[in-house]
């Protein structure tokens, strides 16, 4: 395609509507027609990366490969398109703003007054259009956190004001917006989504086509009625049920022909309408899946979104196995000697999650210990494989002070240690050991058969890694380091080759599992558990 063809997500009426699944889902859509599509994620808030970010605040932090802390997002955007997302792909209001005082301190501005319109806006166009100028996409898809009417949002609504005006069809707004239903009267409720519409008119865009967010079916004369007010086409107007997976919405939208909408209005030709056929096969393993495999995810935030990449590798990985992922949160806060068997004894595999702090770590300890002396295939992320180190350390090495630097600056058992590139680093933000690194891994091991590959890259987000002094010493009794950096020499995978699946990694599997690719790791241990 000539030129690169812009399509704006924004949201109106509330927050978690879900913008990041519908702009995934025109992205499949055009993706399953031939075009190369990517999506990208602005966010208005002031932070420069969500990488200091409570998750309670925003969620997971998702990873690229190129080492950028992420919006959770662009996790949606890679399991639904199988493609690699770059730091170009989530870009804050904090990044916009520090890159032009950045500039004006260079005195790129040549003594001009430096305003929101049109240095900021500028900015943000500029990085709108530098994925398309860049890689030569056909589509990219940009969605713009947060909803209409925020102050934060301003700039953002201007920049796609301008763009339209000057891309004309090659730029085209979707706005996702909600309707909600009175049970009391029992109805569904246009307004919210007029005022919405209308808070968009007043900044100077016209939406081209609308997604409605319902729990109930829109009847014809719904659809027309928001076509009137709303100012577009009555076959602009799309339906979002809520639906039993999110990996249904692409062909809902299908169904209502979001995507031949989207082209005809783009001045494209339409053609045949894909058939998606692996991704139906996905679904209907999905749907036709019964048995259930039950999960144990071990972790301190009680918060679904803190652990996205792990819960969707999971229920992929048990789709593929056909069995329904039953995932049960436990929090490590309140694990105890006494009380372990009672939580764990159901869990057919076990999930040591990843994280930072001393809070919560010691019932991961009381966790790793029941799991290994029981059998349980075990699965440690990150921090999770930092733990299952440290608990052998102390129960098998009998070394009862071992620890993490990270939480025990003096212990001499520190089987985890800091980095040494990050002894000095004073700067809390995107200063981690981040995105992806080769890892060779030992033919021989458990890990091997899963990958069926010794050449690996994984993405990486950690300051802390194994203590090579110790890994004689580990592998003597039992703990092997089956996956090594070839070149840092650092330790990527641990396991315990004599249990069923034992297995920790330093790296991240779950953010490069995507709907038609599993990970390899996961398919193992979810195949571990069954057979458990
Ligand atoms: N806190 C650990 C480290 O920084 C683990 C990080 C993680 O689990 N992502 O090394």
Request: charged share 25%; aromatic share 8%; net charge negative.
């Amino acid at each position: 395609m000539a030129e690169t063809k812009y399509i704006f997500v924004t949201g109106g009426v509330a927050s978690s509507l879900g913008k990041g699944i519908i702009s995934s889902s025109i992205g499949k859509l055009l993706q399953a027609r031939g075009y190369s599509v990517t999506i990208q994620k602005f966010d208005p808030y002031i932070n420069i990366d969500p990488g200091t970010l409570n998750p309670y605040e925003h969620g997971e932090c998702y990873v690229t490969v190129d080492g950028h802390e992420a919006d959770l997002d662009l996790g949606h955007y890679e399991r639904f398109l199988g493609i690699q997302t770059t730091k170009a792909n989530n870009i804050t209001t904090g990044r916009i703003y520090k890159s032009v005082i950045d500039k004006e301190r260079r005195g790129d501005y040549l003594g001009k007054t430096i305003q929101i319109i049109p240095h900021i806006t500028d900015e943000i166009k500029r990085n709108v259009k530098l994925l398309g100028n860049k890689y030569k996409f056909d589509f990219v898809i940009t969605e713009i956190g947060g909803t209409v009417g925020d102050i934060e949002s301003l700039p953002y609504l201007e920049s796609i004001r301008q763009l339209k005006r000057e891309l004309g069809k090659n730029a085209l707004c979707v706005h996702l917006t909600y309707v909600p239903y009175l049970a009391a009267a029992g109805e569904l409720k246009t307004k919210p989504t007029q005022h919405s519409v209308k808070e968009l008119q007043s900044v100077g865009i016209q939406p081209d086509i609308l997604v409605l967010r319902t729990e109930h079916e829109l009847s014809t004369n719904l659809r027309k009625k928001v076509a009137l007010f709303c100012n577009v086409d009555e076959s602009a107007v799309i339906q979002s049920m809520d639906m039993p997976t999110i990996y249904e919405v692409p062909l809902r939208m299908q169904e209502q022909k979001l995507d031949a909408t989207i082209l005809e209005k783009m001045g494209l030709p339409v053609g045949e309408t894909p058939t998606l056929g692996p991704w139906r096969d996905f679904l209907n393993r999905r749907h036709n899946a019964t048995e259930i495999v039950k999960i144990g995810l071990v972790g301190k935030y009680d918060l679904q979104d803190a652990y996205k990449s792990i819960l969707e590798a999971l229920s992929q990985a048990a789709t593929y196995n056909d069995r329904k992922a039953d995932i049960h949160f436990i929090n490590s806060e309140n694990l105890t000697e006494e009380n372990v068997e009672e939580k764990l004894k159901d869990m057919d595999g076990v999930i040591i999650c990843p994280g930072f702090g001393q809070r919560g770590i010691e019932g991961k300890f009381i966790a790793i210990k029941y799991c290994r002396t029981h059998n349980v295939p075990t699965f440690g992320i990150c921090l999770g494989m930092q733990c299952m180190a440290i608990e052998f350390a102390r129960d098998v090495l009998g070394y009862a002070d071992a620890n993490s630097r990270e939480m025990d600056e003096k212990t001499p058992h520190n089987v985890i240690d800091i980095m040494e590139e990050q002894k000095s680093i004073t700067n809390m933000g995107g200063t981690m050991r981040l995105g992806a690194y080769e890892c060779v891994i030992d033919p021989t091991s458990k890990t091997y058969q899963a990958y069926q590959s010794e050449h690996i890259q994984e993405r990486h987000r950690h300051r802390y890694e194994f203590n090579n002094n110790f890994k004689e010493e580990f592998e003597k009794a039992g703990m092997k380091c089956v996956g090594i950096n070839p070149e840092s020499d650092l330790v990527e995978i641990i396991e315990i080759p004599t249990l069923k699946w034992f297995i920790g990694t330093q790296f991240h599997p779950e953010y490069s599992s995507t709907v038609l690719k599993p990970h390899p790791l996961f398919l193992s241990f979810i195949k571990a558990a069954i057979n458990k």
